[in-house]
C-alpha cells in the first residue's frame, strides 16, 4: 500500500532514518505503527530453532509493512522482525493517528482491504508452492509472486532484485539447490541471466 506521504504527515507522521541492517521493529514487538518506506528496502523475516533464516518478504520504496496488525481490535505482537537491507528512510505513523485518518478518509480503507486481499491471494499461492517437493516448483512460484505486482506480461523482462542466498531464504531451500535449479530453469527457457541478474 502507498499512502501519499502529505497525507500521512497531516496525520502525524515522522520520517525515521535507518542504517543497514538496523532493526525497526523485531519479533514480539508491539504493534504500533503504519510504516511506508520512502527510500530503501526492508525484509520481513523470522529465524527457527537451528537459526536459519526464513525471509518472509523485501520491499522497497512506496511500499508499507505492519499495517494488518493495525486493524486489529487490541494491540498484537510482531509474528516476524523488520530489517533494513540499506540505508533507509522510513515514515512512521502511530496507530491512533492511522485509525483516525482511515475514517476521515475511507477509500483508503478500500485501497487497503484491495492489497491485503491480493497479499493474501498470492499467499496461499505461495504456500502451495512452498508444500512442493520440486525446487522448480517452489522457485517458480516465487517468481510469478513477486511478477505479479510489476505491469506487464512480457516474457523476461521483470529483473529480480535478490540475491540466490535471499531466493533460498524466501523459499526454505539450501543456496546451492537454488544455483543449480536456476541453472535448469534458464536451460528450460524459464528465465534468462543478463548482467548477474535473472531476468523472468
Do not use: W
Not at 543497514?20 to 528496502?41: C, L, N
Not at 492489497?115 to 508444500?131: G, P
Amino acid at each position: 500500500m502507498n499512502i501519499d506521504e502529505e497525507l500521512l504527515y497531516a496525520f502525524g507522521a515522522e520520517l525515521r532514518t535507518y542504517k543497514k541492517r538496523e532493526m525497526v521493529f523485531k519479533e514480539e514487538d508491539h504493534a504500533q505503527y503504519y510504516f511506508q518506506i520512502s527510500q530503501g528496502k526492508v525484509k520481513l523475516n523470522n529465524y527457527n530453532e537451528d537459526g536459519k533464516e526464513f525471509i518472509h518478504n523485501i520491499l522497497g520504496k512506496n511500499q508499507s509493512f505492519g499495517d494488518p496488525l493495525l486493524f486489529l481490535d487490541q494491540t498484537y505482537l510482531y509474528p516476524m522482525n523488520a530489517v533494513c537491507l540499506e540505508g533507509a528512510e522510513i515514515i512512521r505513523l502511530p496507530r491512533g493517528n492511522f485509525t483516525e485518518m482511515i475514517k476521515k478518509h475511507p477509500n483508503l480503507s478500500i485501497e487497503m482491504n484491495a492489497c491485503f486481499s491480493q497479499q493474501v491471494y498470492y499467499k496461499l499461492i505461495m504456500m502451495q508452492s512452498m508444500s512442493a517437493q520440486n525446487p522448480i516448483l517452489r522457485l517458480k512460484g516465487l517468481l510469478n509472486y513477486l511478477k505479479s505486482y510489476h505491469d506487464g506480461e512480457c516474457a523476461h523482462c521483470f529483473t529480480i532484485e535478490f540475491t540466490r542466498q535471499q531466493l533460498a531464504n524466501l523459499t526454505g531451500l539450501r543456496v546451492e539447490t537454488v544455483i543449480r535449479t536456476l541453472k535448469k530453469m534458464e536451460q528450460g527457457g524459464d528465465i534468462i541471466f543478463k548482467d548477474r541478474k535473472i531476468l523472468y
